[in-house]
């Protein structure tokens, strides 16, 4: 059974209508990628399912349940969480206080303290700058604010919204080594890039987004050797 | 000797406003409007107090009404939040404004009808003056200062130090994103209004002290002052609400001293706030928002 199905999405902003009738799934223990352009509508297919943006029509089901129009804090508390486009750290707070609102849902102190750890661990840098103002650090540093900020909770889906934007290719690089890890250490992945390259040489299987349509799918091999995949998205 | 009483009294008017523009600016910050209906949240808490105060003259009875006045207000705050502006959340800044005045009037209206048109004089206890060589200092002044440092220094470590307080600032920052945190705005929004309408009771009640009169338009000019200091602060700050409500509380001592003509004294404090906001438009500790796109 599928971890996460959507069925037949339509979203529309006013009259704009964004996503045309959109169904995908990811199961438990994959790497999904969904690819496209500027515009496409990746982060308003991401935004629907976690429930910040409600969808015209169609549904999610997460876990075998339906969650379509449910609220955000609901959703996130079913093991769901999303690192969203342009990282959106809260910027007042220091580096340790992100992580804490990361494990916001989470009660027990010994568990958060645990988690904080291991967050420090797999990015010793947030270590060193963890009573800095999260504003002041370098947009490497936010992605990784950002990915600790979400793995804190240790979720069962974790959705990426390009992570890779704005990064130099170091950091791409970097960024793209720690979903992999996070992926190893048991998290289901949907991913959300422009970078198709790197993104579909990591991934089980990859849907490709065109103006709010789905218009091609296949295994991350298969996509990377299409013709037309190659033309539109890996500059070849 | 003059110097010190003008700075008392500034003192005195400014953490008055202080626990006024708390309000304003929490919720400007937080659930982004704001509360018109604020300054007559004092009035009510002014009229439980009123009320109470008047079923006995007992000094108990006295800290009982301020309990009542506190929790009254404080459910009204979540109510008017619930009822009024809840349902208007995504509409239009402009019409959650005209809810904000119509709130606002039928508070005024509402009190008006129950307690009529004509000032009531509230049966405060008089808590007499302490003499520190030749000044003469009230004690309800002293009781002012001391309970609103108190409340201000609790409300600042609140914020910064409990879990519900990160997630008020970070509601403030990125209401999206703390949804992707797991935070349920309304019940942040909820608090907020809940904290606001406590402190404005406090307000009231400190009000009272200095002058024991009420009509139903009681917390009008206080609540344009402090909602005028948030601003000078700059809104959304909650140190800047504390700073602008001093620095206007001591503005208006000096004015107070100048020229004691009503009329005269308020030109000349808005006059000097005017001039603040265009020397710095976004307040004292006011930042320029960085635009998401
Ligand atoms: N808040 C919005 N209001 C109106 N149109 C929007 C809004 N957000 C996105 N759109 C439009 O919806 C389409 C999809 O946008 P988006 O999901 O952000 O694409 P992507 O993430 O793939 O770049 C675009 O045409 C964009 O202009
Ligand atoms: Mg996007």
């Not at chain 2, 202080?18 to 300054?39: C, D, E, P, R």
């Not at chain 2, 004015?255 to 006059?271: G, H, R």
């Amino acid at each position: 059974m599928a971890l996460l199905k959507v069925t037949d999405l339509h979203v529309y902003y006013g009259v704009i209508h964004a996503i045309k009738g959109i169904s995908f799934e990811v199961n438990e223990g994959e790497i999904v990628t969904l690819i496209g352009a500027n515009g496409a509508g990746k982060t308003t297919t991401m935004q629907s399912v976690i429930g910040l943006i409600h969808p015209t029509s169609g549904t999610v089901e997460y876990d075998g349940k339906t969650i379509t129009n449910m609220p955000p804090h609901k959703i996130v508390r079913m093991g769901m969480t999303q690192v969203p486009e342009r990282r959106r750290i809260f910027s007042e707070l220091t580096v340790a206080e992100n992580l804490l609102m990361g494990a916001y849902t989470e009660k027990d102190k010994a568990k958060i303290k645990n988690s904080m750890d291991e967050i420090f661990e797999l990015f010793p840098r947030l270590l060193e700058r963890k009573n800095q103002i999260a504003g002041t650090l370098s947009g490497g540093e936010q992605q990784m604010l950002a990915m600790g900020r979400a793995m804190m909770t240790h979720p069962r889906l974790l959705m990426l919204d390009e992570p890779s934007m704005g990064l130099s290719p170091l950091l791409v690089d970097q960024v793209f080594s720690m979903i992999k890890k996070f992926h190893e250490n048991g998290t289901t992945i949907l991913l959300v890039e422009q970078n198709a390259n790197k993104s579909l040489a990591i991934s089980d299987r990859a849907y490709v987004l065109e103006t709010g349509r789905i218009i091609m799918s296949g295994t991350g091999a298969e996509l990377t050797e299409s013709d037309d995949i190659k033309r539109a998205y890996l500059g070849g | 000797m003059k110097i010190i009483e003008i700075i008392i009294s500034g003192l005195n008017i400014g953490v008055i406003y202080a626990m006024i523009a708390l309000g304003y600016t929490m919720v400007y910050g937080i659930a982004k409007l704001l509360n018109f209906a604020h300054g007559d949240i004092i009035m009510v808490g002014g009229y439980a107090i009123c009320v109470f105060c008047a079923m006995s003259g007992s000094r108990t009875f006295f800290f009982v009404s301020i309990v009542a006045a506190v929790i009254i207000c404080t459910v009204l705050g979540i109510v008017v939040e619930r009822v009024a502006y809840r349902p208007l959340r995504g509409a239009t800044p402009i019409a959650v404004l005209i809810t904000a005045i119509g709130i606002s009037y039928l508070l005024q209206s509402l009190a008006q009808i129950i307690f009529g048109s004509a000032q009531r004089y509230v049966t405060v206890p008089d808590l007499g003056k302490i003499m520190i060589g030749s000044l003469g200092i009230k004690w309800s002044t002293i009781i002012t200062l001391a309970a609103s440092v108190i409340v201000m220094v609790s409300l600042s470590l609140f914020v910064k130090y409990s879990r519900i307080g990160r997630a008020m600032i970070a509601v403030s920052e990125d209401r999206g994103a703390s949804q992707l945190m797991g935070i349920n705005v309304n019940i942040i929004i909820t608090i907020t209004f809940a904290i606001g309408s406590a402190l404005a009771a406090l307000a009231g009640l400190f009000y009272l002290l200095q002058s024991p009169y009420i009509t139903n338009t009681f917390g009008a000019m206080p609540g344009i002052k402090a909602f005028t200091a948030a601003v000078i602060g700059g809104i959304g700050s909650i140190p800047g609400a504390m700073i602008g409500s001093l620095v206007l509380g001591l503005i208006e001592s000096i004015c107070d001293t100048i020229v004691p003509i009503a009329p005269y004294k308020d030109a000349i404090e808005f006059s000097i706030l005017i001039i603040i906001l265009l020397v710095k438009p976004t307040g004292l500790l006011g930042k320029v928002r960085r635009e998401k796109v």
